[in-house]
């Protein structure tokens, strides 16, 4: 097992998390693991979900104040950080990403457990908490709703778009001098990291070249998929969710921002709900104090 060194600029302390490796009937999956400081955890283990094109890293702020009671555990999704990437010729389905959780859970872990989530690794911990509302104790969602969806107009040209792309394939991966200059290409985009925390998730998604650097992420994961769910299919998820669930949404993230998502904040009443400064990477980005002590206070009661 391998030794890793995680610094926590917001606290000025170092991590200590060990490198592992999870072998699933298909393929393997690698992740990030903080040992608990409690002599015998009285709580189950924490899993914990990045965001799309993110990694197990995304963690590195929230994980370790959570070993104070139990062992917390960062998955690389499939196609993310040092995780397999899926076959030649097969997408990644959504679906699919809630099926390796559950051989996840089935093989390495002793339900039930906790999970925690952000973004992408959201949508996937609540469909599978919809489907396995036995396995899962507290269910924590970092700005993070349900699947983005399309209607019933869109599906055909949804499928052209995405063949069209499989055929054309991804093209040359980009190629980085340093790890700085990868990392400053991740700031922009969707959602926007500062230069700190971009150094913090790039090197897990960067292979070594002979000359530099290119993605380690599959290249695969930007094209479009081929299905999306309709509005009411999110809904019956969301509505299915019977676990004890906290809500944490940004500020300035992105539900913040898209105002159809209100709708499904009406859906599902039952949520715990707490805002905190911050943008859609409020967990890693700026201040994380808020969404620390809120996650604490909700999985274990206290600060």
């Known amino acids: 097992m391998t030794q890793t060194s995680v610094f926590d600029a917001s606290q000025a302390s170092v991590a200590i998390c060990h490198e592992m490796r999870w072998t699933l009937p298909h393929m393997s999956l690698s992740g990030l693991h903080w040992p608990s400081k409690a002599p015998s955890p009285q709580h189950p283990p924490v899993i914990m979900l990045h965001g799309w094109l993110d990694n197990s890293l995304s963690f590195t702020h929230l994980a370790p104040g959570l070993q104070d009671f139990t062992d917390v555990y960062a998955v690389d999704m499939a196609g993310h950080g040092l995780s397999d990437h899926r076959p030649s010729g097969q997408s990644y389905l959504l679906v ?32 599978y908490a919809a489907a396995h509302s036995e396995k899962v104790r507290k269910l924590v969602l970092i700005d993070s709703l349900g699947p983005i969806t399309r209607g019933a107009d869109d599906v055909v040209g949804q499928l052209q778009k995405s063949i069209t792309k499989r055929i054309a394939g991804s093209g040359r991966s980009a190629h980085y001098t340093t790890i ?42 930007r094209h479009p998929s081929p299905m999306l769910f309709a509005e009411p299919q999110a809904i019956a998820f969301l509505e299915a969710v019977t676990t004890d669930t906290l809500l944490v ?32 990477h409020c967990h890693l980005d700026g201040d994380t104090a808020p969404v620390k002590e809120a996650v604490r206070r909700f999985l274990f009661h206290e600060l």
Do not use: Q
């Not at 872990?109 to 609540?126: E, Q, T």
């Not at 897990?204 to 695969?220: A, H, Q, S, V």
């Open 249 to 280: 949404l940004a500020d300035k993230g992105l539900l913040a921002e898209r105002k159809f998502w209100c709708s499904r904040l009406e859906a599902v009443p039952s949520f715990n709900r707490v805002v905190v400064p911050g943008t859609h």
């Open 96 to 127: 699919d990403y809630v099926a390796d959780l559950a051989m996840l859970v089935e093989n390495e872990f002793d339900a039930p457990i906790d999970l925690v989530a952000h973004s992408l690794g959201g949508i996937v911990a609540m469909m």
């Open 180 to 221: 700085a200059e990868a990392a400053k290409a991740r700031e922009g985009g969707l959602s926007p990291l500062s230069h700190e925390a971009a150094m913090t998730l790039v090197p897990r998604n960067l292979k070594p070249m002979r000359d530099g650097f290119e993605w380690r992420t599959d290249p695969k994961l």
